[in-house]
């Protein structure tokens, strides 16, 4: 196992020096799912509920999240985030989120995409919860990135 970079030589907490990292291109992808009954997938894509459009304000939330990662996560760096795109797609079974988070910088945003697809996930949940108490959140996971020393990396 490689030695975890939030830590110290003394087992305490360290943000990252990334002072002497090049600047590159970055991007990470992320996805997760919501779990609900047919009848709420209905509501939620009428545009009917009673909270407004399910959709596209989830996927607002989640491009508000990753701009906030950093004040969210400890030791996360903040970044300025040159894309953010969060999709909220009807499949069977729910809706699938799916984030893409890009930046130039001297770390990556796996963090910001996966707070995208967190926030945009319980925002869905927020939203729908009085027709349906029973969804589940699922499957939130990096599915990509690029950039950066370690290179890229692929979910297979």
Sequence with gaps: MSKLTHIDETGRANMVDVSGKAITAREAVAQGFVRMDAATLALALSGDAKKGDVRATA????????KKTSDLIP???PLALSKVEV???PVE??????????????TGVEMEALTAVSVACLTVYDMLKAADKGMTIEAVRLMAKSGGKSGDWNRT
């Excluded at 996927?59 to 990753?66: C, N, P, S």
């Excluded at 079974?93 to 001297?106: E, F, N």
């Design 59 to 66: 996927e607002i939330a989640g491009i508000m999240a990753a």
């Design 87 to 89: 999709r909220v797609e």
């Design 75 to 77: 030791l996360c760096h």
């Design 93 to 106: 079974g729910g809706l699938a989120v799916t984030a893409r988070v890009k930046t130039s910088g001297q």
